[in-house]
């Protein structure tokens, strides 16, 4: 049913939940699993473009790799794993991502926020959901660093 599982991941504490589930759908019906970290270069356009933007720039790939890596050992090493980062929204680059490689389900954490936090703030999974052409699970993850362990988390996540 489904061959490959997108899973957008930011590195964060929620990423041990989120994978958990994607790779038991994987192993029940092996899927490769594909790992995207977006850069959200949305959140600095408003930061001149100078050369300080470069080095800003290379920090956050640095940061997805980090985040890309940890998923790599989070994931069991008999599913097939494709790690990507790309640039951009991330909800458009979740969903353009997902019909690009052609996958059938996109597995994304949530942090559940509501109220005046979702409408002031957005929310990336919120957006995924409503203009994904695959189906979207979310799942409930908590914004605590409790369940990675140390050494485990990219850099600018708080431990």
């Known amino acids: ?9 930011d590195g964060s504490a929620g990423t041990r939940d989120v994978l958990e589930h994607a790779e038991t759908l994987a192993t029940a019906h092996d ?13 600095f356009s408003t930061l001149p473009h100078e050369p300080t933007w470069e080095s800003v720039t290379q920090s956050l790939h640095r940061e997805g790799e980090q985040a890309l890596d ?3 050992r989070l994931v069991a090493d008999d599913v097939p794993l494709t790690r990507a980062t ?5 909800s458009r ?4 991502y997902a019909g690009q490689h052609d996958c059938d389900l996109i597995v994304m954490g949530t942090h559940g926020r509501g109220g005046i936090d979702r409408l002031l703030l957005g929310s990336v999974a919120e957006r995924v959901v409503r203009s994904a052409h695959v189906p979207v699970v ?7 660093s409790e369940d990675v ?5 990219p850099a ?3 431990q």
């Open 31 to 43: 899927s490769e699993i594909h790992a995207l970290y977006v850069v959200d270069t949305g959140r």
């Open 86 to 90: 790309s640039e951009g929204s991330p």
């Open 138 to 144: 979310t799942v409930p993850v908590e914004t605590t």
């Open 1 to 9: 049913m489904y061959d490959r599982i997108l899973v957008p991941t």
């Open 156 to 158: 600018g996540v708080p």
């Open 149 to 153: 362990p140390e050494g485990e988390q």
């Open 93 to 96: 680059e979740i969903v353009d």
């Open 70 to 72: 940890m998923v790599r």
